[in-house]
């Protein structure tokens, strides 16, 4: 009986390990295969058919050509792709960060004021912000286009870092109201009787005890920043400002031959998001699906 | 006293005004200023300072032919894509709901895609199924289920087909998550009582999983119906063509690519901003359908 038991725990356990397996077959082959791509040699990548699923030479030969004599495969005039990738990771990281950081700071300042202060249009503010989530921002790009024209902001990494500081608005400032509301009020109050004013009491109650939830909006904010591409195609035109989703599009549409050069700059793109993802999931898991599940 | 309520306030502006001020001036001031420019005849193509034109934009639109093509292959692009992540999502959620060890991490890598950025996702696959060279044709040949190289993308209902595969690719991991949250929030009871009672486990899915799980079915299907209606980024760089300033491939563009189309290439700004209004109303509509018809029917089977 207790033999049979365990038999039973066994076969269990093969069968759910088979199906995991299938899983994760489908979730990480196309991401496996970009890779192997990416540190093969072409002779190798271009057999046919194909028979290697791990390169025999593993060279990080297209990382290094992508990023310094992007000329070899220059068709027309247009900058070589060195200055691309290099600018590309340059502009995906400043806005990124300047995005993620400023989106942070606003948020948990207005995330205090909604949870713990009552003022006049309180309730008119927060629903301006949490109106906008359900709304296709479309509507708004279209003419956004046109002002940011007028104010000089197209192709620049200030005007990418205002947009998406204003469209991540609702989503961080709805997290930091909710994480802020879950601390404490008695903490807050026994400093207010000590007559420290709101800045103070920020500063140095509320800003240590929400470090978990501004980690969590910061990582969600870098990471839908740095994904987002609609945003950049519209509003950059050269490599002042053009981040590596943008690159690495004018790579598959200016080198179309050299494709273990574009899976190596598909690596780089998506190597930022795919890093954090595994380290930091549970933040991002739980800024993502926020508003769905609560 | 009055000292700190001038504080307060002080504080209030100071952290509200930079994020009304952004809201304002460039979502909801842009908002209104699309539709009136929905309502002029503005094309920067031709130097003409634009007329106001009423409603002939959208009547414009609601009588040509392309716009309804496009409006029914972003429908067709909804209609299969959702089917097939709910399935893939079910399916991967009922696993993950089992306890064994290594759970934590399958987890985390199963879910890894939707991290991604949705451009390079498209990439991947395109190049998966590349027909000179892909990863797809190599393991089929390799396994003697196909006699040749294909060329996977080349039919056009092919390429809706493979759009809608990669969209699920994209997207499943969040409607997991959802249903996972929802089946852990089923208290183990309920399936202890149904197998006193005799139930299988066939039945036991039917009868109690499913009506608890239909509330999360609903939200997953909400937020997975607006991605998929508004995909963009992986038809860029899965069928879409050439980016450097070609034309966008006719077989694949769906409502988001014809209205980039229209205002960014085709620069016919008053008509692509009726559009924007069009495809806002469309939304909202079908999400406010498929919210009520989903809840609806949970509030009578639960």
Known sequence: MKLGLRGAERLRLVVIYSLCAIVLIWALAPIYWVFVSSISTRKELYARPYKIW???????????????????????????TADLMGAGLRNSIVISVGAAGIVTLLATGAGYAFARMRFPGRNL?????????????????????????????????????????????????????????DIPAEIQDAARVDGANRWRLVYSIILPLARPGMVAVFLVAMLSTWNNFLIPLIFTRTNDSQPLTIVLTLFIGQYEVAWEDMSAAAVVTMLPPFIMALFFQRYLVRGLTMGAVK | MNRRINSDSLYVVIVLAPIVLLIALFIYYPALDTFGQSLTNRNLRIRRPPKPVGAENYLKLVNDDEFWEVTGRSFQVVIMTLPLEMVVAFSIAMLL????????????????????????????????????????????????????????????????????????????????????????????????????????????????????????????????????????????????????????????????????????????????????YLILLMSLAVGMIFVLRVYNQGVQEA
Do not use: C
């Open chain 1, 125 to 181: 503010i927060f629903l301006l912000i949490m109106f906008m989530l359900p709304l296709p921002i479309w509507v708004s790009l279209i003419a956004l286009f046109f002002l940011m024209s007028q104010l000089e902001l197209i192709d620049t990494l200030l005007g990418l870092i205002l947009i998406f500081v204003t469209l991540l608005l609702p989503l961080a400032v709805w997290m930091m109201t909710t994480f802020v509301r």
């Open chain 2, 97 to 276: 709901n089992q306890r064994f060890p290594g759970r934590g991490l399958v987890r985390t890598l199963a879910i890894l895609p939707w991290m991604l950025p949705g451009v390079v996702n498209g990439f991947l696959w395109g190049w998966l199924l590349n027909g000179e060279y892909g990863a797809l044709n190599g393991l089929l040949y390799q396994f003697g289920l196909i006699s040749e190289y294909q060329v996977w993308l080349r039919a056009p209902e092919h390429q809706i087909f493979w759009v809608t595969v990669v969209q699920t690719w994209t997207r499943y991991a969040f409607p997991t998550i959802i249903l996972l949250a929802g089946l852990q929030s089923i208290p183990d009871d309920l399936f202890d009582a149904a197998k006193v009672d005799g139930a299988n486990a066939f039945g036991r899915v039917r009868f109690i999983t499913f009506p608890l799980l239909l509330p999360s079915f609903g939200i997953a299907l909400v937020v997975e119906f607006i991605a998929a209606f508004q995909i963009f980024d992986v038809v860029w760089t899965l069928t879409a063509g050439s980016s450097a300033g070609g034309s966008i491939n006719p077989f694949t563009k769906t409502l988001m690519l014809y209205n980039y189309e229209l205002v960014f290439r085709d620069l016919r700004v008053g008509l692509g901003a009726a559009l924007s």
């Open chain 1, 54 to 80: 791990f390169p025999s030479q593993p060279t990080f030969e297209s990382y290094q050509t992508i990023f310094t004599q992007g000329a070899k495969f220059r068709a027309g005039g247009f900058s070589p």
